[in-house]
């Protein structure tokens, strides 16, 4: 491949990254009014975030150790977390430490479930 069509192709994928980015910015200006959009923006993020827990829990760790438990725990941990505060952000945080140290910590390296 020449100089140039690495450029050319560079060039190509920066203009199709910013124009759709842009894009929404440019032609949704009016649509936040629109009944559907409220609709959506309403439910969306938690709609988006019970599709992302349903896959990471799919996923077939359920034949190997720690079976699942780590997840499941950091799960409960969050869901406690945020229906005690109802907040999303400290919700994502939390979660996420707690299911590191479960997972790492505590299942993998630590001698209270381990059976290898």
């Not at 100089?3 to 192709?9: A, I, K, L, N, Q």
Request: glycine share 6%; charged share 10%; proline share 4%.
């Amino acid at each position: 491949m020449s100089f140039w069509y690495v450029v050319t192709c560079i060039l190509m994928l920066f203009l199709l990254t910013v124009v759709t980015r842009a894009l929404p910015f440019i032609v949704g200006k009016g649509m936040g009014k629109n009944k559907h959009v409220q609709t959506l923006s309403l439910y969306l993020p938690a709609a988006i975030m019970l599709l992302l827990v349903i896959y990471e829990v799919k996923i077939p760790t359920w034949g190997h150790f720690p079976h699942g438990i780590d997840k499941l725990l950091a799960l409960a941990i969050t869901a406690f977390i945020h229906i005690w505060r109802r907040n999303m952000i400290l919700s994502i945080i939390v979660g996420t430490v707690a299911y590191m140290l479960l997972h790492h910590y505590i299942f993998l390296m630590g001698p209270l479930f381990h059976l290898n």
